[in-house]
């Protein structure tokens, strides 16, 4: 991926801190995984694009040294005027390998040992959205989702044999899933490795197939999966299932199950974090003599003493009545927020009333650029 920028590969700015930057991968991982795309040959190199792009910005040594420098050459074989990789073992850079794939026609090996296709493999990740309403994400719950995946066979035991016979190694390729061709290049001699056309790369060959996995080692399964979910999680959570995704190939351990949680606002409250708000009215008068209020929260009515000359906007504040914390210490607080409420319309009481309330004061309530003003009017009328 010559001059090709890892953080925009992955979508990101420079900079990303390595959360995001996993985020990113997996989202992205799942998305062009070839097991997913089989057959596809873009979605295949995109794969490889952003597994190299991982490779770099996951490692903090390399990622440093990108950042400072713009390269992704951390063999130095840049500074030895093309003499070549001898001896270098490229396996230990994971997704480097690909690319040298893509120049010799498959697997890279000079001195080390390519990655054999029938070695063990992880089998991919799944993703679920659960959503939950405002109650539930607050105080937890008890949920079970339907899932559909691919697991063992359990008559086969993954292996695609039918019960009683197993596969035997392939003979062209010996087991290994790849032919070996070495060819001659202005860099020195390598090693290119191509699919075992027998075998298909898999290195076994079954004569005998399971009747029921038709010989694929796996079956599609409808599990009902029972998750916990924990007090305070919110929006945008991803909450791991371990061993939950597809099964893995070749003896390859099962992929994990990444629950996407999503929640339905409340209509009371709002959320920002685990601090909870909402707006509460009180009228002018409460407000200018004080009042004691019920001040609705998550686990209920509260009493909370409001105290005179409180003035519209004033915020009032909770502590420890907002959300639990998710595996941590302690809940967030609630805050309240007094709107003081104007009447738009006063009968003659109120007004009266208000009239000689400002008279105490000793407000002025005459004339204004020669006009007869409200109070005036008012007056008249006692």
């Not at 295949?44 to 903090?60: G, M, R, T």
């Amino acid at each position: 991926m010559a001059n090709k920028d890892y953080y925009e590969v992955l979508g990101l700015q420079k900079g990303a801190s390595d959360d995001e930057i996993k985020k990113a991968f997996r989202k992205l991982a799942l998305k062009y995984h070839p097991d997913r795309n089989q057959g596809n040959k873009e979605a295949e190199e995109k794969f490889k694009e952003i597994n190299e792009a991982y490779q770099v910005l996951s490692d903090p040594q390399k990622k440093a040294q990108y950042d400072q420098f713009g390269t992704a050459d951390f063999s130095g074989a840049g500074a030895q005027g093309g003499a070549g990789f001898g001896g270098f073992d490229f396996s230990d850079l994971g997704g480097f390998g690909d690319i040298f794939d893509s120049f010799f026609g498959g697997g890279f090996s000079q001195g080390g040992s390519s990655r054999r296709r029938n070695a063990p493999r992880k089998g991919a990740d799944l993703e679920y959205t659960l959503n939950l309403t405002f109650e539930e994400a607050v105080f937890g719950t008890k949920k079970e989702i339907n899932l559909s995946r691919d697991e063992k066979c359990e008559h086969c035991n993954g292996t695609g044999a039918k019960s009683g016979s197993k596969p035997h190694t392939c003979d062209k390729c010996g087991g290994t899933g790849q032919i070996r061709v070495q060819k001659n290049t202005p860099l020195g001699s390598f090693v290119s490795t191509s699919t075992c056309p027998k075998c298909g790369g898999k290195g076994t060959i079954i004569t005998n197939p399971c009747p029921h996995c038709k010989g694929k080692g796996t079956v599609r399964k409808h599990r009902k999966i029972k998750l916990n979910i924990p007090a305070g999680v919110d929006t945008g959570n991803v909450i791991p299932m371990r061993g939950q995704g597809e099964a893995g190939s070749n003896g390859g351990p099962a992929g994990d199950l990444y629950v996407n949680v999503r929640v339905t606002p409340s209509s009371k409250f709002k959320r920002e974090g685990f601090d909870i708000y909402i707006d509460k009215h009180i009228s002018f008068g409460k407000a200018a003599i004080g009042t004691s209020l019920k001040v609705p929260t998550i686990d209920g009515e509260v009493k909370y003493e409001v105290p005179q000359g409180t003035q519209s906007g004033t915020v009032f504040r909770l502590r420890g009545k907002g959300v639990t914390r998710v595996n941590g210490h302690g809940r967030g607080d609630q805050y309240v927020n007094v709107i003081v409420d104007v009447p738009r319309s006063l009968n003659q009481k109120q007004k009266e009333a208000l009239y000689k309330f400002m008279e105490a004061s000793g407000e002025n309530i005459g004339t204004e650029n020669g006009k007869e003003s409200f109070f005036d009017k008012v007056k008249k009328k006692l």
